[in-house]
């Protein structure tokens, strides 16, 4: 992997033709391949992070994405492909976190010491299983942090199927989940299982977060489940096109960051949150600005209405 | 007493292991730095600001990296980063409390960013020790040396100190912020100064257990302690007790299994004694099923 990446830098440098460069960049299998898994997956957490964001259950899914890394680390021990281990801790998470009872004032505040400790005891699982794998020590930081390359053909069909059936199963039930996330006591009332829902989507987030673990590195999963859906539903409250806004800001700076980490020697994951991070603040002084301005055109109707 | 202190007892070969000093610096620093994030971790999950421990603790990676990678010292950058971003949440928040959207979003920032050091440090520094990043990630805390044990226990017990000394008026902002606040307890300093030291134990702590793991000393013990008992002083008592022996049963259990990170026993023994309190019904589910019954 390194020698690929010195590769990489030693056959091409930033130019002034920048179409001679994306040429130069998809010349390469692996970098199609990142490019492909990259959409993929960013289309699935976009989508996703809306719901998240909008359920407020940023902590469960930062959990269900940074355990991700035991379940690589555990596979990569047991000799299996490290997309099974993803998979299958980031989904066993989701059900003990929705497993936990809650309901009433305490709910919130045991559901919150139990996502930490999930949390942090895979994370030290991980950190076992790397012990006892002897070797891995570099691939712990690809791990955490992302790494684009060598991403097989393979891989991305399972990305692509995985994205599908999470986003198959997510329209099913979107338009109850919406009302379950907006209002649980109303939709509760009205006959919607809330509670089932509920632990639906934390498994259908636990299956993005293992899909897109595997391109930005654990660590960072949450950046592109979070950011662009906050800058999308800063912008417009309508859900059909917030979903729509939040999947082009993730797949945007996802092509972005692949591109600039591939004329750079910094890592993906970096250059990814740095410009998620910038569509948001600028979204929320975009936001900030206009309602500042729509306050001061309607002043006198808001103080009439106030009042 | 605990699950944690019998397995500590039952583990074989441990008293041979204080003669080591290396194992006597573990144990020191060790024992100061559970009892100040159990202190810590009790409040953070009563005033349910668990995410902000969990933001806390990735940003003292960052913050350990980027002193790396310009050359300060490992410790500056651990507690200058954490400090700093605990006042930048309690700035963005109203009340002293950030939104839990903000506060992810600015944290993966802060991660992004440190992968950013990362790089800059092995890659710049190529003659440095490739591995700082994992050392700083996932702790290592048999390697302290008798200076930085000392300095760990005087700041750990130094945090302990302040959280008792405002324990008062902070139980009574987190349980009722509205009528503290009308009784005239500064509750937006408490924030404030709460979220410090919670950013000051995570800096602490990252030596210890490593800035990924801290989350399970901030809020196994407590989370235990908030199953056992309802009543605040007692609970607060008793997850520092835990976490000191949970702490004490990892680094037991990591001397006498040697493959065994420390980090993963500590973790290990305190996500075991937080299991073990699912076993029974709760004080405060049953309180809360007969006044909704």
Known sequence: MITLLQLADAATGWSWNPAEDLRQMWAFPFMVNAFRAGTIVAVTAGVMGWFMVLRRQSFAGHTLATVGFPGASGAVLVGVSATYGYFAFCVAAALVIAAVPRGGRDGGVQESALTGTIQAFLLACGFLFTALYKGLLGGTTSLLFGSFLGITTTQVWVLLAVAVVVLGALAAIGRPLLFASVDPDVAAARGVPVQLLSTAFLVLLGAAAAGTSQITGTLLVFALLVMPAATAQSLTARPGLGLALSAAVAVAVTWLGLTVAYFTPYPIGFWVTTFAFGCHVLARLGAFAAGRLQARSAAPLTAGGAA | ?293
Do not use: K
């Not at chain 2, 300095?151 to 008792?164: H, K, M, S, T, Y």
């Not at chain 2, 924030?191 to 989350?215: D, K, N, P, R, Y």
């Open chain 2, 1 to 293: 007493m605990t699950p944690g202190a019998t397995v500590l007892l039952a583990a074989p070969g441990w008293a041979p292991a204080l003669g080591h000093p290396f194992f006597q610096h573990a144990l020191l620093a060790g024992t100061a730095i559970a009892a100040a994030a159990g202190l810590v971790g009790y409040f953070l999950v009563l005033r349910a600001q668990v995410f902000t421990g969990d933001a806390l603790s990735h940003v003292a990676f960052t913050g350990a990296l980027a002193a790396l990678a310009l050359g300060a010292s490992l410790r500056i950058g651990l507690y200058a980063g954490t400090i700093a971003f605990a006042l930048l949440l309690g700035v963005l928040g109203r009340r002293g409390r950030a939104d839990d959207v903000v506060i992810g979003n600015v944290f993966s920032w802060i991660l992004g960013l440190g992968a950013f050091f990362l790089t800059l440090y092995t890659t710049s520094r190529s003659a440095g020790n490739g591995n700082a990043g994992v050392g700083v990630l996932f702790g290592s805390i048999f390697g302290l040396s008798s200076g930085q044990a000392l300095a760990a226990a005087l700041v750990g017990a130094g945090i302990c100190a302040a959280v008792l000394f405002v324990a008062r008026p902070l139980l009574f902002a987190s349980v009722d912020e509205a009528v503290a606040a009308a009784r005239g307890v500064p509750v937006r300093v408490l924030g404030f100064g709460f979220l410090a030291l919670v950013g000051a134990c995570a800096a602490e702590a990252t030596q210890a257990v490593g800035s990924l793991l801290i989350l399970g000393l901030l809020a196994a013990p407590a989370g235990a302690a908030h199953r056992m008992t309802a009543r605040p002083y007692r609970a607060l008592a008793l997850s520092a007790a835990l976490a000191v022996a949970e702490m004490w049963a990892g680094l037991g259990m990591s001397y006498a299994v040697p493959r065994m990170p420390p980090s993963f026993g500590i973790l290990a023994a305190a996500t075991a004694v937080y299991a073990a309190t699912f076993l029974r019904d709760p004080p405060g589910r049953r309180r809360t099923a007969a006044a909704a019954g």
